[in-house]
């Protein structure tokens, strides 16, 4: 037998230095005062908490050191746009590996090498400390294996459910092992973790600063997965996506033949999916407060809580805040705050997400009697909107700096016109339009690469939506809780609380730009597709809008047809604010900066040049709401090292070949 298998085993030599550079201290970048030898590993609950928290960078969403952090990565959806566009979107480009991508077990063998070794010593009482707090570490490490589970679930589906740390030793085993599960039973697995978590987890967190995991985040994370695994079988039923739907690839192994699923079928799978993350998300909603907007934009001394949340030094005050990861000036920054006073690294608003946006009546911008003062400027868009609309577009002209503690030498003291005719993208507005969540007023945050604000990992008024969704999608209505949870979060928007007038005003057929109106290709319901631009309102720049588009389905009607990625309005009165030099455009110009009038009056970001992939408008395959495996696996996880005797199989739709893409249809 073949085998070079090293998916699942790491030394411990490597875990060892893993644990060394990791604490238990409030600050996950901070070293422990000590070193650890293996054979006193694991046995205190100090260190249980150092291994659990070293976790924490890997797998928890936090800024990164350098360009725009969590508030750039809803780039290439309709939400936010960059100049160039993602292989998602371009058939053909993206493409079979022929070795690494997403099929990998790093993250999970250090969780399964921890419960291997820490389990039993706890039932044998022979871990030193607090039985709470033992109890409370084991508990994170459950959650952050269910939240590497739910990062290959939304990847790759089906995936193999490993249990324990296995070393090279037994190939075979490594190779059984290997076969992948149903989506359906790793969803329940992830639940499942997140149970034992609810149950071991403290109600609050250890360090009292919510800068380690806690219940909440728990049953936050509960209600997310379970409200993905729902709508992904509900809008994907059928198909080649689901266990036992038309031409699942899972059924070509003898292993999942026969497939049941454990409710006994996929309406009662969904079914059970949407009550537990009704359930899940009702606890959190029902126990922590919104935190207040009093619409005040240009503060330093936290006048608008709601607005300075997102860009506050310690988050540990707001009661939304659930876990939030602190940044400290001498030993880990990151440059979100200056590009927050800038063109936010290159990623724009879309046009799109800008006009989805109510106004603050209620209405549509679209809708008689709405008010809607056209966007011929920004100024414009931003009257008379959803608060928080107000709140996050940048609008030319506004203070960017307030107060000056320091040197603050990449600092933007006043919001410039949008800078479309910049080629380097640290100064760059791809789209014209820019956002202001995460900024900081204070200068001394503003040195190069020395920012130090915080950044929300889990925030609670997600579980208010969760439940508003699901609840929707189970009942096709709304009870009194779900009713009440969009009140509170309208009313904090400071938009009127009357979403039935929104949805007797909503036209379908004037929403096309906002992806969330379709699943499968067709509208949905005007109901839900304002519970859905809620969802997109309140969350715009934090990360979750491609995870909303996959399980929603929302993306098959760029299949046979291109989508144009538009940002503001330059061809009209705003072309003013530049010279003729700024606004060089044309197709085959290499000098080219801006796309061309002829295109339409809305700055196209990504079509500028005719050499461009992106030139012609995104496109989809179905495919590509998963991602491909790598040919190397393949050959990995077979008898003879060939891809046809491998127990595992291709995601739907793509090749086994390395370098092979997925063409339109």
């Not at 650890?36 to 928290?53: G, N």
């Not at 240009?298 to 940044?327: C, I, K, T």
């Not at 309208?490 to 109106?517: C, L």
Request: aromatic share 12%; hydrophobic share 35%.
């Amino acid at each position: 037998m073949k085998i070079r298998y090293n998916l699942f085993t790491y030394g411990l030599a490597g875990l060892l230095g893993i644990f060394i550079v990791t604490s238990c201290n409030k600050n996950m970048d901070i070293s422990p005062p000590s070193q650890i030898t293996p054979e006193d590993y694991l046995t205190e609950e100090s260190q249980l908490a150092a291994y659990a928290v070293g976790r924490y960078p890997d797998l928890l969403p936090s800024h990164g050191g350098w360009g725009f952090g969590i508030f750039g990565i809803d780039a290439n959806t309709d939400n936010m746009v960059v100049p160039d566009l993602n292989n998602r979107f371009i058939p053909g480009e993206w493409r079979v590996g022929t070795s690494g991508g997403d099929w990998s077990f790093g993250n999970i063998y250090q969780m399964n090498y921890f419960f291997n070794r820490v389990l039993p010593l706890w039932k044998e009482n022979k871990i030193t400390g607090s039985a709470e707090g033992i109890a409370h570490y084991i508990g994170e490490m459950y959650f952050l294996r269910a939240v590497e589970y739910f990062n290959k679930l939304q990847s790759l589906g089906d995936f193999p459910i490993v249990r324990t740390a296995m070393s090279d030793k037994d190939p075979q085993l490594l190779v059984e092992t290997s076969k992948r599960a149903p989506r359906t039973e790793v969803a329940r697995f992830i639940l499942s973790d997140l149970d034992s978590a609810i149950t071991l987890l403290k109600t609050v967190s250890p360090d009292g600063a919510k800068q380690r995991i806690s219940k909440n985040v728990a049953y936050l994370l509960k209600s997310r997965v379970a409200l993905y695994e729902g709508t992904w079988l509900k809008y994907f039923k059928g198909t080649a996506y689901v266990p036992n739907g038309t031409n699942w690839p899972g059924a070509s192994k003898e292993y999942n033949k026969g497939y049941q699923f454990q409710s006994g079928s996929i309406e009662s799978e969904i079914e059970f999916f949407l009550k537990e993350a009704m359930t899940a998300s009702q606890v959190v909603a029902d126990n922590v407060p919104l935190v207040n907007n009093t619409g005040i934009i240009e503060s330093h001394n936290n006048e608008n809580p709601y607005f300075s949340m997102f860009g506050a030094l310690d988050m540990s005050g707001y009661s939304e805040v659930l876990l939030w990861r602190q940044y400290n000036e001498s030993l880990s920054t990151h440059n979100v705050p200056v590009y927050a006073q800038l063109g936010n690294y290159g990623v724009g608003l879309t046009r799109s997400m800008v006009e989805s946006f109510l106004m603050k009546n209620g209405l549509p911008i679209y809708a008689a009697g709405s008010g809607y003062h056209g966007d011929d400027y920004i100024s414009d868009v931003r009257k008379d909107r959803d608060g928080r609309l107000v709140l996050f577009l940048k609008e030319p002209g506004q203070k960017n700096i307030l107060v000056n503690l320091g040197l603050g030498t990449h600092g933007t003291p006043i919001e410039p016109k949008p800078r479309i005719f910049e080629t380097n993208v640290e100064k760059m507005y791809s789209s014209g339009y820019t956002i202001r969540k995460g900024i900081s007023y204070d200068g001394a945050q503003t040195n190069n690469g020395s920012g130090f604000t915080g950044s929300i990992a889990y925030r609670a008024v997600e579980a208010y939506l969760n439940y508003m969704e699901a609840c929707y999608e189970l009942h096709g209505s709304l009870d009194n809780k779900a009713q009440n949870y969009w009140i509170a979060i309208r009313k904090r928007a400071a938009v009127s609380e009357d979403f039935n007038k929104t949805i007797a005003a909503t036209d379908i057929n004037k929403e096309k730009r906002d992806w969330g109106v379709y699943s499968a290709g067709n509208f949905v319901s005007p109901t839900l597709y304002n519970i859905r631009r809620e969802r997109r309102s309140e969350l715009m720049a934090e990360g979750l809008r491609l995870m909303d588009l996959k399980r929603w389905r929302a993306m098959d009607q760029l299949i046979n047809a291109a989508v144009h990625f538009e940002g503001f309005k330059l061809w009209g009165p705003m072309k003013d604010w530049y010279t003729k030099d700024q606004l060089v455009y044309g197709a085959t110009n290499e000098k080219a900066v801006v796309s061309d009038p002829a295109l339409g009056e809305y700055l196209r970001p990504q079509e500028i040049r005719s050499n461009a992939l992106s030139y012609n408008g995104a496109r989809f395959v179905m495919p590509h709401y998963l991602a491909p495996i790598a040919v190397e696996h393949f050959q990995l996880t077979s008898s003879d090292g060939s891809i046809e005797q491998s127990v595992i199989y291709q995601n739907p739709g793509w090749p086994t070949v390395a370098g092979a893409g997925v063409t339109a249809k």
